[in-house]
């Protein structure tokens, strides 16, 4: 019997864009305007614009304090054009909260180190942002639910159906993505199902649910390691992270063959004289910040990762820039053999190339969208 390379997929928002018009990093704030614009015309959606105001002004803020502290130095553009760069806000935010007690303080510059952070953050100047631990705390939590909105109803495109035709049992999936649209490629071509589909997390939000995919025999033939979380992975009070299958925004399923499956409706929380929901969510997951705080389920999800990566002849990293400040990413990479065959593909995969090959990694391939590295593929069948 002929040895089968054992394939991996990476994958980064570089491939929720191709298939579902995904946001990129730099794009967030843009849909999360949109979002807000939709909560505007709601009669329900009062408590959400508010939050979008809130988080604006927050931001103003901060960088005007900021340019006040630092004055024409260098320095205050660590806190500039945080709108483009959530990644930085979320980092910003967290930096701050780890070090609560300098907070709206007027202490002169301090440099604090920490061990948790990527080494670019050891040594960084914190400055007094007007903001409290309860604000700060509560402008977080107010982003994940806008990041949340604007990842939801993702749908996928022509695109989806044909990535998911080239995947067999034997594929991997390593993703960044907190978004459900490799998952409903997948479950089309009864290739995934939320039952044994996850690394981490098994449990659903209803047990009933989970019993009806056992009786029809709905067990996924792949697992998905989502190592930052998932939008339907929700935060239960007494069970801990579940697997919830409504999509609460539309009182719709996430899945389509739900519909099929379940003895029941989609869950729809519709107060009286409202168009709908008008709240957040505790989802699980590890928000887009290079502070990472993982808990106990992701570390079992990060271990089995590092494993697959470990045992990966080819690894096919789809819209993942791997940025230099991405430690995690990279520590997660370091796991893959370096005479592994590595494939890149993106709408820009000389400059992920460079940056993997200046730390040792041969980059056999490269492709500048996935349409034709698919048709590459069905072309090898």
């Not at 995690?328 to 796991?335: D, I, M, V």
């Amino acid at each position: 019997m002929l040895y089968k390379p054992r394939r991996t997929f990476l994958l980064g928002a570089g491939f929720s864009k191709a298939v579902a018009d995904g946001p990129l990093m730099g794009e967030i704030w843009e849909r999360m305007k949109q979002a807000h614009e939709r909560e505007k015309s709601r009669k329900y959606g009062r408590s959400r614009v508010k939050w979008f105001e809130t988080i604006k002004s927050n931001i103003d803020q901060i960088e005007n304090a900021a340019r006040k502290y630092f004055g024409n130095s260098e320095l205050s553009s660590i806190f500039s054009d945080l709108k483009d760069n959530i990644e930085k806000l979320y980092t910003i935010l967290d930096l701050h909260l780890l070090s609560d007690s300098l907070i709206n303080s007027e202490k002169e510059n301090v440099k604090i180190l920490w061990d948790k952070l990527p080494s670019r953050f050891t040594s960084i100047l914190l400055i007094p942002i007007g903001l409290s631990v309860d604000e700060l705390k509560e402008m977080r939590s107010r982003l994940n639910a806008y990041l949340y909105l604007i990842l939801v109803n993702l749908m996928p495109n022509e695109l989806s159906a044909a990535f998911s035709e080239i995947i067999d049992g034997n594929d991997e999936f390593i993703t960044f993505n907190y978004d459900l649209i490799l998952e409903k490629g997948l479950i089309n071509k009864n290739m995934w199902s939320p039952l044994d589909g996850y690394v981490g997390i098994s449990d659903f939000e209803r047990e009933d649910d989970k019993e009806m995919f056992k009786d029809a025999g709905r067990r996924s033939k792949i697992k998905i390691h989502k190592v930052h979380g998932s939008i339907n992975w929700q935060n239960n009070l007494f069970q801990g992270p579940v697997i919830s299958l409504d999509n609460k925004e539309r009182g719709e399923w996430h899945f389509e063959i739900c519909s099929k499956l379940l003895k029941r409706e989609p869950h729809l929380f519709k107060p009286e004289g409202s168009d709908g929901y008008g709240g957040g969510y505790n989802t699980f997951w590890v928000s887009p910040s290079f502070i990472k705080s993982y808990e106990e389920n992701f570390d079992e999800i990060l271990q089995s990762a590092k494993s697959v990566l470990s045992r990966t002849d080819e690894l096919v990293i789809i819209g993942f820039s791997f940025r230099n400040e991405d430690e995690a990413a990279w520590e997660l990479l370091s796991q893959f053999s370096r005479g592994g065959k590595m494939v890149v593909i993106d709408l820009k995969p000389e400059d992920i190339s460079k940056r993997l090959q200046e730390k040792g990694f041969g980059v056999l391939k490269s492709y500048n969208g996935l349409s034709d590295y698919i048709k590459e593929q069905k072309m090898s069948f």
